[in-house]
């Protein structure tokens, strides 16, 4: 392949890739009203008295310690409460007085068809991570972060009292739903002021769905009132142009300015989201690695995470003096759940934007999700809906690729004459355009056509794409063969063939993918008839032909629900192509004579199209 071909290659490659971010910071997400942290402040004069921040928040310290968050042993026993309704079960610990398991009931923790294993268990939040979500943790304000548990009548109660005075507790109350309150309380019941060191509220750790999630969707967001910002692991690793050689990893985020409205720790298709009432200090994300599978077990299943890590997050709060009675209260709006639009786009301070719906193909995905959801509840099988889905766009966007179609047909007809202007002026380049220019005007031909469509639905194809990654709705659906539509539709594993870059599992084999390998068929199929522009350049043309191969290879393990759209959006083009031939005119065929319409005055021009 030439240099052209090269470059058409990465310049597609990079709008694959990059569009999305392009697109955030052409359209970045829209403003949003802002709870007024004050005026949240303002039902507890005390608390916003000695609450105020200082200027300079960045400097405060935090109660873990800056770097990696060292987890504490424990020297009594682990004694926990169970609180639950319909939806969630929240295991409290009294090792740091906070949540050590938050099981969503009606979500399993595992959809693979051959594993039976994890039947009948539900999947988690803060699965595996070292330390409980919702607690102010193990430090000063708790010293050594043994709490007292009991039930109450709403919920649950912990509670430490330290040698100073200072009584720490927090309550637990669940309702019907996801969401659910905690309110922390520092009271000073001794005979002297306490002052009270800066200090975290755990929010939770965001951790691998299971032992084989490689984690690409997952990480913290938290929210300024204007824009959402995500810290993942392509934030941590901080690589430039892919090398993290040349980069210094991070190892701990920091931000906020007394501004944070929620914060967030999530997974591929889950999320638990703190909305605390008054607007702390600032977030602060740690990575913390997780232990790794050894070396028997990553021989034995090579599809097991080599580098887990959990994102350890929390909200900071600044230094403050309590009088002795004063007490300071702080309640959070919690939400446990699915990355469910549908939950949760009923709360006022955005938490739907940890669905990171962002930017133009963020609009599309949403609108590609209310549409899909529309159709389900007409038809009750996801994967069917997404076939409609996809038919339905393609008829929206029939007119364009159908004129587009005729037009590159009719350009193809008229190439013997463009080819005799440019061999006419070869050595006048500029000449050269000129006249292909009035010719091409003459003829009614729009260079542009073939490209219109491509334009136009690509932020679609880019909608599609992150939307189906990250749809709960997908999870655990079958379809046809495939048992889960938010997995590749493996029906065999072949032995000894995991080595195979991008295809193969070390370890495992070489899974069978029946969706990815129809995609290829379709894609195949639909180049062969699809006419190519007759300016491209060849090598151009065979990058083209052979790029259907290419994608098919990147994305031969992912979702089933991502290729059946591809393969279905494929099968409708090819309907599309042989319905624009067979209504063409006598004449307009391949090899029939065509007489080009000229102007008065002109000679006709009569050839034979190629």
Same mark, same amino acid.
């Given at each position: 392949?030439?240099?052209?071909?090269?470059?058409?290659?990465?310049?597609?490659?990079?709008?694959?890739?990059?569009?999305?971010?392009?697109?955030?910071?052409?359209?970045?997400?829209?403003?949003?009203?802002?709870?007024?942290?004050?005026?949240?402040?303002?039902?507890?004069?005390?608390?916003?008295?000695?609450?105020?921040?200082?200027?300079?928040?960045?400097?405060?310290?935090?109660?873990?310690?800056?770097? @990696?968050?060292?987890?504490? !042993?424990?020297?009594?026993?682990?004694?926990?409460?169970?609180?639950?309704?319909?939806?969630?079960?929240?295991?409290?610990?009294?090792?740091?007085? +906070?949540?050590?398991?938050?099981?969503?009931?009606?979500?399993?923790?595992?959809?693979?068809? #051959?594993?039976?294993?994890?039947?009948?268990?539900?999947?988690?939040?803060?699965?595996?991570?070292?330390?409980?979500?919702?607690?102010?943790?193990?430090?000063?304000?708790?010293?050594?972060?043994?709490?007292?548990?009991?039930?109450?009548?709403?919920?649950?109660?912990?509670?430490?009292?330290?040698?100073?005075?200072?009584?720490?507790?927090?309550?637990?109350?669940?309702?019907? &739903?996801?969401?659910?309150?905690?309110?922390?309380? $520092? /009271?000073?019941?001794?005979?002297?002021?306490?002052?009270?060191?800066?200090?975290?509220?755990?929010?939770?750790?965001?951790?691998?769905?299971?032992?084989?999630?490689?984690?690409?969707?997952?990480?913290?967001?938290?929210?300024?009132?204007?824009?959402?910002?995500?810290?993942?692991?392509?934030?941590?690793?901080?690589?430039?142009?892919?090398?993290?050689?040349?980069?210094?990893?991070?190892? /701990?985020?920091? &931000?906020?300015?007394?501004?944070?409205?929620?914060?967030? $720790?999530?997974?591929?298709?889950?999320?638990?989201?703190?909305?605390?009432?008054?607007?702390?200090?600032?977030?602060?994300?740690?990575?913390?690695?997780? @232990?790794?599978?050894?070396?028997?077990?990553?021989?034995?299943?090579?599809?097991?995470?080599?580098?887990?890590?959990?994102?350890?997050?929390?909200?900071?709060?600044?230094?403050?003096?309590?009088? @002795?009675?004063?007490?300071?209260?702080?309640?959070?709006?919690?939400?446990?759940?699915?990355? /469910?639009?549908?939950?949760?786009?009923?709360?006022?301070?955005?938490?739907?934007?940890?669905?990171?719906?962002?930017?133009?193909?963020?609009?599309?995905?949403?609108?590609?999700?209310?549409?899909?959801?529309?159709?389900?509840?007409?038809?009750?099988?996801?994967?069917?809906?997404?076939?409609?889905?996809?038919?339905?766009?393609?008829?929206?966007?029939?007119?364009?690729?159908?004129?587009?179609?005729?037009?590159?047909?009719?350009?193809?007809?008229?190439?013997?004459?463009?080819?005799?202007?440019?061999?006419?002026?070869?050595?006048?380049?500029?000449?050269?355009?000129?006249? !292909?220019?009035?010719?091409?005007?003459?003829?009614?031909?729009?260079?542009?056509?073939?490209?219109?469509?491509?334009?136009?639905?690509?932020?679609?194809?880019?909608?599609?794409?992150?939307?189906?990654?990250?749809?709960?709705?997908?999870? &655990?659906?079958?379809?046809?063969?495939?048992?889960?539509?938010?997995?590749?539709?493996?029906?065999?594993?072949?032995?000894?063939?995991?080595?195979?870059?991008?295809?193969?599992?070390?370890?495992? +084999?070489?899974?069978?993918?029946?969706?990815?390998?129809?995609?290829?068929? !379709?894609?195949?199929?639909?180049? !062969?008839?699809?006419?190519?522009?007759?300016?491209?350049?060849?090598?151009?043309?065979?990058?083209?032909?052979?790029?259907?191969?290419?994608?098919?290879?990147?994305?031969?393990?992912? #979702?089933? +629900?991502?290729?059946?759209?591809?393969?279905?959006?494929?099968?409708?083009?090819?309907?599309?192509?042989?319905?624009?031939?067979?209504?063409?005119?006598?004449?307009? +065929?391949?090899?029939?004579? $065509?007489?080009?319409?000229?102007?008065?005055?002109?000679?006709?021009?009569?050839?034979?199209?190629?």
């Amino acid at each position: 392949m030439d240099r052209k071909g090269i470059a058409f290659l990465a310049v597609c490659l990079a709008g694959m890739v990059g569009l999305k971010y392009v697109a955030d910071f052409i359209w970045p997400t829209p403003t949003g009203a802002r709870p007024d942290a004050s005026a949240a402040a303002s039902s507890n004069a005390p608390l916003s008295k000695v609450n105020a921040p200082p200027a300079n928040t960045t400097q405060m310290a935090p109660a873990l310690p800056m770097g @990696p968050v060292t987890v504490p !042993t424990f020297q009594s026993a682990e004694e926990s409460l169970v609180l639950e309704n319909d939806l969630l079960r929240l295991t409290f610990t009294s090792h740091g007085g +906070g949540a050590r398991l938050i099981e969503l009931k009606k979500y399993p923790a595992s959809v693979d068809c #051959s594993d039976t294993s994890a039947k009948g268990v539900p999947s988690a939040l803060n699965r595996f991570a070292p330390l409980p979500a919702l607690t102010l943790g193990v430090g000063p304000l708790t010293g050594d972060g043994l709490f007292n548990l009991r039930k109450t009548g709403a919920g649950v109660h912990a509670e430490k009292a330290l040698p100073n005075g200072l009584v720490v507790s927090q309550d637990w109350a669940l309702s019907n &739903g996801y969401f659910f309150e905690t309110v922390v309380t $520092v /009271e000073n019941r001794g005979a002297s002021a306490v002052s009270i060191p800066p200090h975290d509220y755990v929010v939770g750790s965001a951790t691998p769905m299971d032992r084989r999630d490689m984690a690409e969707v997952q990480g913290a967001y938290w929210f300024n009132g204007e824009k959402a910002e995500q810290i993942n692991k392509a934030w941590f690793a901080n690589a430039t142009l892919g090398c993290s050689t040349i980069s210094t990893p991070r190892s /701990e985020f920091s &931000g906020g300015n007394s501004n944070v409205v929620w914060a967030a $720790v999530h997974n591929q298709f889950f999320a638990l989201i703190a909305q605390p009432d008054q607007s702390p200090a600032g977030v602060r994300v740690v990575d913390i690695p997780l @232990p790794v599978p050894s070396a028997s077990e990553l021989a034995a299943d090579g599809r097991l995470n080599p580098q887990p890590h959990a994102y350890h997050t929390s909200l900071t709060y600044p230094a403050q003096t309590l009088q @002795p009675g004063q007490k300071v209260t702080r309640k959070h709006t919690i939400y446990a759940g699915p990355k /469910e639009y549908s939950q949760l786009k009923t709360s006022e301070k955005q938490i739907d934007l940890v669905m990171d719906f962002t930017g133009i193909t963020g609009i599309c995905a949403k609108a590609l999700l209310l549409l899909l959801n529309a159709v389900h509840s007409l038809i009750p099988s996801y994967g069917a809906s997404i076939v409609v889905l996809t038919i339905l766009i393609k008829l929206a966007f029939w007119p364009l690729t159908n004129a587009s179609t005729r037009s590159m047909k009719r350009m193809s007809t008229l190439q013997p004459q463009m080819n005799a202007i440019r061999e006419k002026y070869k050595s006048d380049p500029a000449k050269m355009n000129q006249k !292909t220019m009035e010719f091409m005007k003459e003829h009614r031909i729009n260079p542009m056509a073939g490209c219109l469509p491509l334009v136009l639905t690509f932020p679609v194809f880019i909608g599609f794409f992150f939307m189906l990654r990250t749809a709960i709705e997908l999870r &655990g659906e079958s379809f046809l063969w495939c048992c889960d539509l938010s997995r590749p539709d493996s029906i065999y594993v072949v032995p000894g063939l995991g080595f195979i870059p991008l295809l193969g599992i070390p370890g495992i +084999g070489l899974p069978l993918n029946i969706m990815p390998v129809l995609y290829l068929a !379709t894609a195949w199929w639909q180049s !062969t008839l699809t006419p190519v522009s007759p300016q491209m350049d060849p090598a151009q043309q065979k990058m083209l032909k052979y790029m259907p191969v290419f994608f098919g290879v990147l994305f031969y393990n992912y #979702s089933a +629900g991502l290729t059946l759209y591809w393969t279905t959006q494929n099968l409708m083009t090819i309907l599309q192509t042989k319905i624009t031939k067979s209504n063409e005119g006598p004449g307009t +065929g391949t090899g029939a004579a $065509v007489v080009v319409p000229v102007q008065p005055g002109r000679r006709k021009i009569s050839s034979k199209s190629p």
